[in-house]
């Protein structure tokens, strides 16, 4: 009997040292898992903060270039109104000028008329002539 007893003695330390390996093996992986999940969401964190950090910067950078943008339409539209001032007042005072030289060289033809009306006329067809001749050289083209 004694020897029965031994090989259930043996057996017993025997299913203790794989009990306890189980044990030792389960509680390694708990640990394990523990340590997977904690490093898990440290990254998830840091990934998660970097991305919040790079969506602000971009949104800031966004910010600064709508508002660079709109300034630049602001100064085009300011310089555009200087422009069309400029040009309303160059068109003003040419129109005036035209209108003066019209009005003196209506005066001179008149006067001109009044000393030698044939003249007046033979340059006027004259003139007549050469812009129908340019016109219809322009054409025929």
Do not use: C, H, W
């Amino acid at each position: 009997m004694r020897e029965t007893d031994e090989r259930v003695e043996i057996m017993t330390d025997t299913d203790r040292n794989i009990s306890d390996a189980t044990q030792a093996a389960r509680d390694a992986a708990d640990r394990a898992r523990s340590t997977v999940e904690d490093t898990a969401e440290d990254i998830s964190d840091t990934v998660t903060g970097t991305a919040d950090e790079t969506a602000d910067t971009l949104s800031d950078a966004a910010a600064q270039v709508k508002e660079q943008a709109a300034e630049a339409v602001e100064d085009i539209r300011a310089a555009a109104a200087e422009a069309m001032d400029a040009m309303a007042a160059q068109a003003k005072e040419a129109f005036a000028n035209a209108k003066e030289a019209a009005d003196e060289g209506v005066t001179y033809v008149k006067a001109k008329y009044r000393e030698n009306p044939a003249l007046v006329i033979a340059v006027g067809a004259a003139a007549l002539l050469a812009v129908s001749a340019v016109l219809k050289g322009i054409f025929r083209r």
